[in-house]
C-alpha cells in the first residue's frame, strides 16, 4: 500500500514549470519568515495561519507536506505550551516544597524549644518533690517526737494528778483533823 506522498503523478505533474518552482520558493520563504515569527512572538497559530500562500496554484505533494508542517509547528507549539505550564507547576512545587521545609525546621526549632522547657520544668518538679519527701520525712520524724512528748506529758499529768489528789486527800485528812481538834478545844 502507498501512501498519498509517495504516489506517482503523470508525467505533465511531475515537471513543474518555473513558474510554480518560484511560487513554492516563496511560499516556503514566507513560511519560514512566519515560523521564526511566531517563535519569537508567541503567536503560533495566528502567525502560521497567517502565512498567506496561494495554495491554487500547489499540486498535491507540496499541499500534503505544507499540511504536515503546519501540523508539526502546532503540535511544536502544544508541546512547548505543555512544556512551559509543567515548568510553572514544577516551580509552583518547588516553592511549596521550600515552604514547607522552612515549616518543618521551624516546628523542628519549636519541638527542641518545648522539649527544653519540658525537660526543665521536670528537673523543677523533681526538686520540688524530693523537697516535699524531706519535709514529709521531717514531719513524720516531728510527729514521732511529738508523739513521744506528749505521752510522756500525759504520763507526768498523770503523774501531778496522783500527787494532787494525794496531796488532796492529807489536806482534807488534816484538815478534818484539825476540825476536830478545833470543836473539842
Known sequence: MFSPFLKKKNGA???????????????????????????????????TDAVLVPKSHMDKKSLDLI???????????????SHRDLQDRLGHANGQTDRLNRDL???????????????ELERR?????????????????LQA?????????????ELERQNYAGLLQKYNGTSAEKNKKDRRA
Not at 68 to 79: C, D, L, S
Open 145 to 157: 517526737a511529738l508523739t513521744g512528748e506528749i505521752e510522756e506529758l500525759k504520763g507526768m499529768l
Open 13 to 47: 505533474e511531475q515537471q513543474p514549470s518555473r513558474e510554480e518552482i518560484g511560487l513554492r520558493k516563496d511560499a516556503q520563504k514566507m513560511e519560514a519568515e512566519g515560523t521564526a515569527f511566531a517563535a519569537e512572538t508567541g503567536e503560533s497559530e495566528a502567525a
Open 67 to 81: 499540511f504536515a508542517v503546519e501540523q508539526m509547528i502546532k503540535e511544536k507549539q502544544h508541546v512547548e505550551m
Open 125 to 141: 518538679l523533681g526538686d520540688k518533690n524530693l523537697k516535699v519527701d524531706q519535709m514529709m520525712e521531717d514531719y513524720r520524724e
Open 105 to 119: 525546621k521551624n516546628l523542628g526549632k519549636v519541638i527542641e524549644e518545648r522539649e527544653k522547657s519540658i525537660q
